[in-house]
């Protein structure tokens, strides 16, 4: 058990709607970090926040945003779904913001299917 | 951009067998290098890592070598186990993302 949570554990849903994921980072971890995992695309790094701000963004698509709370846990949430949005989505927490030496704890992973 | 190569599974193997993933890295400086292992319906864990060229990350038997001559950190176990059955990742660090290779499937049957 990393100490990263992530819920829901799965989620079906259709196209065109809007779905919300939500992390809880290991205790004293200020760093999230979103990854979406496809069997076309791999494991693409999505966004990292850091203490609440947005520290850099990766292959993430415009329909999606992200945000992280002052409680330090954060929410991704996607909207006007497609079918390719179905993918694993990993959350994953540091203690620092990022860097060499910031190993990165991951949560078990929302999986998504969109229908 | 940065970006990393594994070989492409599956790696069927035998209780006992050697193992070897090869890893190879584009980058432009000389990021740390990752080993992470993904066991069936589970996140990524850590396996070892590496900082800076000719480091050794090891852990439970596996080890990796960072060769900057030939931009490469293959995962290498003398014997491996039933229970190393899992997906191999390999990956670097840009600032703060990791950037991944695309996973090798490792199955060990006894």
């Known amino acids: 058990d990393s100490g990263v949570t992530q819920t829901p554990k799965h989620l079906i849903t259709a196209t065109g709607q809007r779905v919300t994921l939500r992390c809880s980072p290991r205790s004293g971890d200020l760093s999230v970090y979103w990854y979406q995992q496809s069997l076309d695309q791999g494991l693409q790094f999505l966004i990292h926040?850091?203490?609440?701000?947005?520290?850099a963004k990766g292959n993430i698509l415009e329909r999606f945003s992200a945000q992280q709370f002052p409680d330090l846990h954060s929410e991704l949430n996607l909207s006007s779904l497609e079918l390719g949005d179905s993918a694993l989505y990993f959350c994953?927490?540091?203690?620092?913001?990022?860097?060499?030496?910031?190993?990165?704890?991951f949560g078990p992973g929302t999986r998504l299917t969109v229908l | 951009g940065d970006s990393v190569t594994q070989m492409e599974g599956p790696v069927t193997l035998s209780e006992e067998a050697f193992l070897t993933i090869n890893c190879t890295y584009t980058?432009?400086?000389?990021?740390?290098l990752f080993w992470y292992v993904q066991y069936p319906g589970e996140g990524l864990q850590l396996l070892l890592k590496?900082?800076?060229?000719?480091d050794k990350g090891s852990n439970k038997g596996f080890e990796a070598t960072y060769r900057k001559e030939t931009t490469s950190f293959h995962l290498e176990k003398g014997s491996v186990q039933v229970s190393d059955s899992a997906v191999y990742f390999c990956a670097l660090i840009d600032v703060a993302a990791l950037i991944f290779g695309k996973g090798t499937t490792l199955s060990v049957s006894s």
């Open positions: 994953a927490s540091s203690v620092g913001s990022g860097g060499l030496y910031n190993e990165q704890f």
């Open positions: 980058a432009t400086g000389y990021p740390s």
């Open positions: 590496a900082t800076k060229a000719d």
């Open positions: 926040y850091y203490n609440g701000e947005e520290r």
